[in-house]
């Protein structure tokens, strides 16, 4: 079986800092105005009962995912657990942009723009950037089942202080590659409770889109066949139309006497 | 650029010493029917290279859906310039293509053999044989809904949603299934029944008017009744 790799996010670590974010730009080479991380946070009330937390807004890396499913070129596709791109196969139709429940992938520069699980390093045993710089380290990668069993332990030290606390993504869209361990339910940080490809997206893509090429190729065979027969017949019957045209004209020309016309 | 000209009666190009030419369109229509036909291929090639995986490559760095959305641009567009030019002319089109009668019915119990290469049994049929009434017809519905869609993922980008894009994309696909089979038919009964010509210089053998379009062609020969060898060219369509 091959591994199966998997980020965590510890919400009750992570200090807001940013640095993911600017070592994910570093790293990958982005443009200053592109990224693949957005930290953001999340605020309530006042006074005593005043409560926040950070929250990141990147690829979940979802088991069955569907921009990998909408992505017509195989830009997007699954490696090991992640969710990778290969950037210059992408025609930038924005198909990914509409399928992921979680609006994370955009188009930048007519390539699409989500987080890549830093591959490279990935495949030198390094982990990727953002969780070899966190200074929290809220960020860990690895192999997905200690990742998620580090994740259970620490959400169940956590429940004392955060009795909603929760690991989110544990089973959506087949476990996502990137486990949350939220302080509070999912709803506060805007999550989808079960996010999901649509029932429609199967069709488009099991039914549909093999269906529309496999058709019209049939088509264009079956009259390419029917081709052959039908222009020899419609060659005789034009002969035999021709044929009466001319008997027609020699007799009106000649001797306008009775004689047989032939009709179609 | 509309003027009617003459078909020449003389005989003329490779189909015979004794093949006369009507004309069928007049060369704004052949104008039209280019801009169609050149915008329909780039939208199905640039189209197809996001259906079929095997050519996605085509599709890599996206020139090719820039060039799609030009191709969109004179598809959608065709229409309005069809009306704007020929008003007349393009609502008869979509009138006649959507009214069908006995004799329209008749010519369809005998489409297998029309698509087999026989008009003999066919019953006359006017500018127009039902079948490509039918065409017409289907053309025109598909053109809406593949257009509709199109526009809504060209603009809605992003704010589609999982089961919006499905959906979209799922009218995207059938209408275009539609349209190609559709196209595919179109140019099989051309080639079979020989009026390329139509397309390319607007003119057809006076033998494919006389067996495919029997009404029409008397019309036209009632038209002219002094010059009953000749056939004067009448704008068609």
Request: with cysteine; charged share 20%; proline share 6%.
């Amino acid at each position: 079986m091959p591994t199966r790799y998997a980020f965590s996010i510890d919400l009750d670590r992570c200090i807001g800092c940013q640095a993911c974010v600017i070592s994910c730009q570093a790293g990958n080479e982005l443009k200053d105005d592109e990224t693949y991380i957005h930290v953001g946070e999340q605020i309530r009330g006042s006074g005593k009962t005043l409560w926040g937390s950070f929250d990141h807004h990147r690829c979940f890396h979802c088991a069955d995912a569907p921009c990998v499913a909408a992505c017509p070129t195989g830009t997007l596709s699954k490696w090991n657990g992640l969710t990778i791109v290969e950037k210059e196969k992408c025609s930038a139709c924005g198909y990914c942009t509409d399928a992921c429940p979680f609006k994370v992938p955009h188009i930048v520069d007519n390539h699409v723009s989500k987080c890549v699980a830093c591959l490279d390093q990935v495949k030198e045993g390094q982990a990727p950037w953002c969780a070899r710089t966190c200074p929290s380290q809220a960020i860990h990668f690895g192999e997905r089942e200690t990742i998620l069993a580090e994740a259970r332990a620490k959400v169940a030290a956590l429940k004392a202080r955060h009795p909603n606390a929760q690991i989110y993504g544990e089973t959506q869209l087949g476990g996502l590659g990137l486990l949350m361990i939220l302080l509070d339910k999912p709803e506060v940080y805007g999550l989808p409770l079960d996010p999901k490809a649509p029932e429609t997206m199967k069709v488009w893509q099991s039914v549909v889109q093999p269906a529309s090429s496999g058709l019209s190729v049939l088509a264009a065979g079956a009259m390419g066949l029917m081709f052959v027969f039908a222009r020899r017949q419609h060659g005789k019957e034009r002969a035999e139309h021709e044929r009466a045209a001319k008997q027609k004209a020699a007799l009106q020309t000649a001797q306008p006497k009775a004689t047989e016309t032939h009709h179609d | 650029m509309t003027s009617v000209t003459l078909a020449p009666t003389a005989p003329e190009t490779a189909a015979g010493p004794e093949t006369h030419l009507v004309r069928r369109y007049v060369p704004a229509q052949q104008v039209i029917h280019w801009i169609g036909v050149i915008s329909f291929f780039l939208l199905l090639l640039t189209g197809v290279a996001l259906l079929f995986p095997p050519l996605s490559f085509l599709a890599k760095g996206g020139t090719s859906g820039v060039i799609h959305r030009i191709g969109a641009i004179a598809f959608i567009l065709l229409p309005a310039l069809y009306l704007l030019r020929m008003p007349r002319k393009a609502l008869e089109l979509v009138r006649e293509s959507f009214t069908y009668g006995r004799e329209e019915l008749a010519w369809f119990k005998h489409m297998p053999g029309y698509f087999l290469g026989s008009t003999r049994n066919l019953p006359p049929q006017g500018r127009l044989n039902a079948g490509q009434k039918l065409h017409h017809a289907a053309t025109f519905l598909m053109f809406n809904t593949v257009t509709l869609s199109g526009l809504i993922m060209w603009f809605g980008k992003g704010q589609l949603g999982p089961e919006g894009l499905s959906a979209v994309v799922i009218v995207h696909d059938i209408s275009m299934l539609g349209l190609s089979v559709m196209m595919i038919g179109h140019v099989y009964f051309t080639f079979l029944y020989g009026a390329l010509s139509g397309m390319v210089t607007g003119k057809v053998s006076e033998e494919y008017a006389r067996m495919e379009h029997s009404k029409w062609y008397e019309s036209l020969q009632a038209e002219t009744p002094a010059a009953a060898e000749k056939t004067e060219a009448r704008p068609a369509e």
